[in-house]
DNA sequence: ACGCGGTCTTGACAGTCGTCAAGACTTTCT
DNA sequence: AGAAAGTCTTGACGACTGTCAAGACCGCGT
């Protein structure tokens, strides 16, 4: 799959994959390649996540790299194929963010402690990368390209809540009365809005958005007592 | 006030404010000038809508007109004003939709029936210009410009949701335990992942958005049973 | 009927964008 | 060492953008 890619990227190096003798030597090319490629995006991640999708150029990218914007064509076939690999990057950097505090917890009340403390903390340092998150998901809203890729993350992003909150219950002996896609909806609108108001130069953003992420938890708490 | 902006526009038509003759006549003028504004920034809303903020350009938005596109920079000084003047022409459509329902209803099951119905009805209708709408809110995560009045138009919509839940809790007789802003959040945050499937081609949107609300209403009404 | 001021069109400007071809440089293989 | 393949730079292209000046058009008041 590397290889179809790399062959379809780099048209002056047409050679088949039938070829066995020099195997060893295109797949450390390969690799090469990909690093380079993993670099370039991870650069213009940084610029995307600084400047937002509508005003950020391949230039502006390659200004962030120690080389000129001609090769980010040599790297990826478009700019939407530089953005997609993009967002792939960061999905993995994103989606199991969660998943050590869910492993490590032994209560309902220390899981919920610290669940609620880790997304105010993700708030503080992360306030760009998930601008760039919101942004790019709203894209996709208006252009068919990303959508597929955005429907995928925004689903690996439900299961990781759903991973902590299913935790959270079972620790709590309770069942949840909200659908996964409804418990992240509600803990992703949490998020949203701290995030406008954490960049917009509020402070309290992030301790507010802790206090509503308990609250919540607690309301999925009660729910079983009826 | 309109007067100033008047003048600041139209550098060909520096009359004074002074002029207590013709009175009558400026005012009719202002009026013409401030209808067409109006129109004008309707068109810049619909393309908007159509194509978002990144996609959108004056020559498009006057091709959605009987105009050319340097009428635009007749109204407006700068893309940026007519931007704004648009989001501030979104608000007093979007700030009172559900202020009827509030009015109308006689019980909390009834709110809560025409409350969530109105909701998907609003999705079912009016996607584009909700997509619009959180565009640019996100926008404002990256520039300043549009910042303060997203903030105010923000905070009408929370106001406008508080009508709802505070006239929701005094029918059922309970208290709520969630604040206007975490509960604004929470029902936005449904509406937009409702949204994203909406436009996804998702048939059921609509209705898990319904059911979603309910049962967030709901949990609100448990809460203060303990 | 004439002139004037508000309204709108036209065409151009400087800049930026994505894209790509041509070639220079670097690394690797024989 | 020489050849070949991979990597990167440079400079240009056509298209598109926001902006604005010059002037045409039109309706109104006198």
């Known amino acids: 799959m590397t290889d179809v890619d790399h062959v379809a990227v780099v048209p002056s190096a047409p050679y088949q994959a039938v070829e066995t ?13 990909a690093e380079r490629r993993a670099q370039l995006a991870d650069a213009a991640l940084q610029t995307l996540a600084e400047l937002g999708y509508a005003r950020t150029s391949l230039r502006e990218i ?5 080389f000129s914007h001609g ?19 960061y999905e993995a950097a994103c989606v199991t963010r969660y998943d050590e505090i869910v492993a490590s917890a032994s209560s309902a009340g220390e899981l919920k402690r610290e669940f609620s403390a880790a997304m105010a903390q993700t708030l503080r340092t992360d306030a760009p990368m998930h601008r760039l998150w919101y942004d790019l998901r709203n ?35 309770f069942s949840i009365a909200l659908s996964p896609g409804a418990a992240y909806a509600i803990l992703d609108g949490l998020f949203q809005q701290a995030l406008l108001h954490h960049l917009a130069g509020d402070m309290d953003a992030a301790e507010v ?15 079983d007592s009826r």
Chains 1, 2 share one sequence.
Do not use: P
Not at 21 to 33: G, I, L, M, P
Not at 141 to 164: C, G, K, N, P
């Open 21 to 33: 003798n020099r195997e060893r030597v295109s797949r450390r090319q390969v690799d090469k390649f």
């Open 62 to 66: 390659a200004q962030n790299t120690e």
């Open 71 to 89: 090769v980010l064509h040599y790297y990826f076939s478009d700019k939407e194929d530089l953005i997609t690999h993009c967002v792939r990057q």
């Open 139 to 173: 894209q996709s809203l208006f252009e068919e390209s990303f959508r597929a890729d955005v429907l995928e993350i925004d689903q690996h992003r439900e299961e990781m809540i759903w991973r902590v909150i299913s935790r959270y219950a079972s620790f709590g002996g």
């Open 209 to 223: 958005l802790r206090a509503n992420v308990v609250r919540v938890l607690d309301g999925l708490e009660v729910r």
